[in-house]
T-cell receptor, first 114, second 111 residues
Framework: ETGVTQTPRHLVMGMTNKKSLKCEQHLGHNAMYWYKQSAKKPLELMFVYSLEERVENNSVPSRFSPECPNSSHLFLHLHTLQPEDSALYLC?????????????FGPGTRLTVT | DQQVKQNSPSLSVQEGRISILNCDYTNSMFDYFLWYKKYPAEGPTFLISISSIKDKNEDGRFTVFLNKSAKHLSLHIVPSQPGDSAVYFCAASPGAQKLVFGQGTRLTINP
């Protein structure tokens, strides 16, 4: 595997379910990100992890819970979501110790909450 | 309040001609700017970037221009090719590993 991978690619869940999104980067980067892209809206940054520590939480509701066990893996745990949480969830990584650098994105998980 | 705006949701260009995609920003603290390209069912892929200390950066068919006084960024693609058909996102950074994205412009290259 190369680059940034995300699983699953598609997920349909009820409002009472608990599920997790997984992201893995094979680029040797030390920063990872979760973004949300809703229809006709810009990508919204949700969380930033640098060296496995959360450095940014963009006022995201607590029904979204990130986890970064090591620099290559990032999870987004989901519970009691709302239909308006249906969106494309994108993971990205970058080499964070070079100041601003390009972020490399995974293909995304298309989430539908019913 | 949207700090990065791409006012054209779509753009159609003849193959071989120049495509110009525009982006405006409001935050004068942004010091690094990037363009991403996105095909359906794929994540955005990095295309080209520019630091605020420059006004132009070129990479093959792609050139990014930055006008700091106007807070305006543009991406020129010449010559345009059918494979360039995609959604293009402009992004800006105030530092600290943070990117703020525009809403995207769908570019269609017609043969």
């Amino acid at each position: 595997e190369t680059g940034v991978t995300q699983t699953p690619r598609h997920l349909v869940m009820g409002m009472t379910n608990k599920k997790s999104l997984k992201c893995e980067q094979h680029l040797g980067h030390n920063a990872m990100y979760w973004y949300k892209q809703s229809a006709k809206k810009p990508l919204e940054l949700m969380f930033v992890y640098s060296l496995e520590e959360r450095v940014e939480n963009n006022s995201v509701p607590s029904r979204f819970s990130p986890e970064c066990p090591n620099s290559s893996h990032l999870f987004l745990h989901l519970h009691t979501l709302q239909p308006e949480d249906s969106a494309l969830y994108l993971c990205a990584s970058s080499q964070g110790d070079r100041g601003v650098s390009e972020q490399y994105f995974g293909p995304g998980t298309r989430l539908t909450v019913t | 309040d949207q700090q990065v705006k791409q006012n054209s949701p779509s753009l159609s260009v003849q193959e071989g001609r120049i495509s110009i995609l525009n982006c405006d920003y409001t935050n004068s603290m942004f010091d690094y700017f990037l363009w991403y390209k996105k095909y359906p069912a794929e994540g955005p892929t990095f295309l080209i970037s520019i630091s605020s200390i420059k006004d132009k950066n070129e990479d093959g068919r792609f050139t990014v221009f930055l006008n700091k006084s106007a807070k305006h960024l543009s991406l020129h693609i010449v010559p345009s090719q059918p494979g360039d058909s995609a959604v293009y996102f402009c992004a800006a950074s105030p530092g600290a590993q943070k990117l703020v994205f525009g809403q995207g412009t769908r570019l269609t290259i017609n043969p």
